[in-house]
């Protein structure tokens, strides 16, 4: 299972830096993660909000850092925005994330099961 969620989080960062997937992949980043990670983690119905929480838990590390940062260097500004507002759209992309993962996993899994 941690092999499909760190599968899953490296899509979900893989699809940052392409220009193109600011628009289209980002905001379907975590369905899209869930779908391929959950599928190779073989997420069934009891372990789909399991591998949603270690997905979201992997894409704490970088709000942590982030956050981190900001203690430590009393950083006011992080890309021209109050950096009080980037920690705050940080955190809500926790939740973001376990849901879009769950979403994607379960639709991964609702295909693996129609197939059998």
Do not use: C
Not at 37 to 61: N, Q, R, S, T, W
């Amino acid at each position: 299972m941690l092999k499909g969620a760190l599968i899953a989080f490296v899509i979900m960062l893989a699809a940052i830096p392409i220009p193109i997937a600011h628009f289209i992949l980002i905001p379907l980043g975590p369905f899209i993660g869930g779908f391929f990670g959950g599928g190779i983690a073989k997420a069934d119905k009891e372990k789909i909000i399991v591998f949603a929480a270690i997905v979201a838990g992997l894409m704490l590390l970088p709000v942590l850092f982030v956050f981190s940062i900001w203690m430590i260097f009393g950083i006011e500004e992080i890309m021209g925005f109050q950096s009080s507002i980037v920690i705050i759209v940080f955190a809500l992309l926790i939740p973001y994330t376990w849901f879009g993962t769950m979403l994607g996993a379960l639709v991964s899994y609702a295909i693996r099961k129609n197939q059998e």
